[in-house]
């Protein structure tokens, strides 16, 4: 299995605190199933400032510890990015990451909102030959509620990333609901563990396929997995035709967004 979105290096933001933990987390996503992983530590102006350079170089630290240490993990650079005002400009200058040497950015919103203007910077990334891929928005509660506005980025060029975690109901039924509900949509493109360490946030991507197989069939698993060989080859990918629903979510009327 390919994960493209996991906190797997240490000491860069909420992830591991130590190389030890990284290497534990490393293990278990191989007992899982994982063959690649792409770290991607937090990118949060002010809170999470992760250069790029030190995501290369602690991650050329892992992968030689996982080959000294016998354990068949290859792992990537990234970022996950919340976005804000900067980030076309610095992306620009080299201080973000892609996905390996991709033409992928994996972005994130905060639990509660969309950015303001977002639509406009989605048309801006993909002017300069950027896809964005969104991670989780199954928990960004405006989203949620109103899958319709996310069924109008995926139209216009951005992808989806949905969290093991949500499906196998770790987060709770409302957002199980919700990645359900956009799954069918075909919003999303993905699944990824979005594993932070193992206890509250542990490796499970593979019980996420068995859930989703068991609730969209085998032919959108195969989708979702050849969705993110093409991330790892930089291959173009060719998005499922979004279906709209009449039946709208509800149920994050209320709902307390959460650390994410």
Known sequence: MIDLHCHLLHGLDDGPTSLDESLALARSAVNDGATTIYATPHYRAGRYDTEAKDIR???????????ERHIPLRVLPGQEIRVYDGLLDDLE???????????????????????????????????????????????????AAAPDRLMAMVDN???????????????????????????????IHFIASDSHNGTSRPFELRLAYETAENKLGLDTIAYYERNARAVVHNLKISPRPTIHRKRQLRLFAGWSPFKT
């Not at 170089?57 to 892992?62: A, F, P, S």
């Open 57 to 67: 170089e602690r991650t050329d630290v892992l992968n030689a510890e996982l080959i």
């Open 93 to 143: 200058a080299g201080k973000l990451l892609p996905l390996g040497e991709s033409s992928y950015l994996l972005l994130e919103f905060s639990a509660s909102s969309v950015p303001v203007r977002f639509e406009d910077t989605l048309h801006e990334l993909r002017i300069a030959g950027w896809t964005p891929i969104i991670a989780h928005p199954e928990r960004n509660a405006e989203l």
């Open 157 to 187: 060029g951005a992808l989806c990333q949905v969290t093991s975690h949500s499906l196998t109901g770790r987060f709770g039924p409302k957002v199980k609901s919700a990645a359900i509900e956009m799954c069918r949509r075909n919003l």
